[in-house]
């Protein structure tokens, strides 16, 4: 048998179905009929996010992260969890990232430190060239040398000075062995012709903390872990370790003033583990851009004495290949070991 309809009294019908009611099916049929395709359009990211810090928290890279996640999580719609993993200066943070799926949800903190242990370390799991996808440069920021006040200098030529006559007797701490505190150091005592004993320490803030409390008398470190410090007059600052001065410390000399030729910066940025989609890639780049253009966190940053990077993952990509070759001569010549 076969079945008719009677389309006028279907069209009929449909005429004397109360006009909401008949709305509520047409919407209804719409979104099931878009619902597929709005699943396709999600993009990333759908859940939290994971930023592994490789150092303790309180340091510069720390300092970094915590300024950008919550702008990171309030313009995507998702938490962007800062996890300070810190250990070997900064592979065993770098070794946690590399073994996460490619999927752009754990990204990592890069910085000078990954270019400096490339040759400082004879063996490593990973090659950071190879294993990890740059997405942006943050900042870049000097170096400052900082003595203890009990130490009497107030500047390099000064200090050389006291350390030569002193030698054995001065102790210069560092966020660790390979650390751009670190290397910074070993080229200071070349070209000053001293003899300072290194003391590397689990990052800057316990590096810090020790020289407050006297117990080592120097240290170079980033502007942004120690600028309070300077201001507060607790350290006092010598000298910064970039060819011009810094903006955020204009009446602290350069050390190249003293010592022609010497300079040295610490930069940071963010990476994520090789082949991540590309739409991940680009999201992150974006947002960060427009982090890095805001004019609150821009003054943040100035404030802490860097100066911002930004721009495209190629362009980070070449600052690390670059850095990579140029502290492998520095670590070759100073023969820095890591300890």
Avoid at 153 to 179: D, H, L, M, Q
Wanted: hydrophobic fraction near 45%; charge should be positive.
């Amino acid at each position: 048998m076969v079945l008719t309809a009677d389309w006028s009294k279907l069209e009929r019908g449909t005429m004397d179905l109360p006009r909401r009611q008949f709305l509520q099916f047409a919407v209804a049929g719409v979104a099931l009929g878009a619902a597929p395709s709005a699943a396709r359009c999600q993009t990333y990211p759908t859940r939290p996010v994971r930023w592994v810090v490789p150092y303790p928290a309180g340091g510069p890279t720390d300092i970094i992260a915590r300024l950008l996640g919550p702008w990171l999580s309030d313009r995507l719609g998702q938490q962007f969890v800062i996890e300070n993993r810190p250990g070997a200066t900064g592979n065993v943070g770098t070794e946690v990232v590399l073994r996460a799926p490619a999927d752009g949800y754990t990204l990592l903190s890069v910085g000078t430190p990954h270019a400096i242990n490339a040759s400082l370390f004879e063996k490593l799991s990973f090659d950071v060239l190879r294993d990890i996808e740059p997405v942006i440069g943050i900042i870049r920021t000097p170096l400052v040398l900082l003595i203890h006040p009990s130490i009497p200098a107030k500047t390099v030529p000064e200090f050389i000075a006291y350390a030569k006559a002193n030698r054995g007797k001065i102790s210069v701490a560092s966020a660790g062995s390979g650390t751009p505190q670190h290397v910074s150091g070993e080229l200071f005592k070349m070209m000053a012709g001293i003899d300072m004993t290194h003391v590397p320490f689990r990052g800057s803030a316990p590096a810090l903390t020790s020289l407050l409390g006297g117990q080592v008398q120097c240290m170079f470190d980033t502007t942004p872990a120690s600028i309070e410090h300077i201001r507060a007059g607790t350290l006092r600052a010598l000298a910064v370790t970039t060819s011009a001065r810094a903006e955020a410390l204009p009446d602290v000399p350069t050390v190249g003033d003293a010592l022609p030729g010497f300079e040295a910066s610490a930069w940071y940025g963010l990476g994520v583990v090789k082949n991540t989609p590309v739409e991940a890639v680009a999201t992150l780049n974006k947002e960060i851009n427009a982090g890095l253009a805001d004019p609150k966190i821009k003054a943040r940053f100035a404030d802490l004495g860097g100066s911002v990077l930004a721009g495209s993952p190629a362009a980070f990509g070449k600052l690390i290949a670059d850095e990579t070759q140029k502290w492998a001569k520095v670590v070759k010549f100073s023969g820095a070991k890591p300890e």
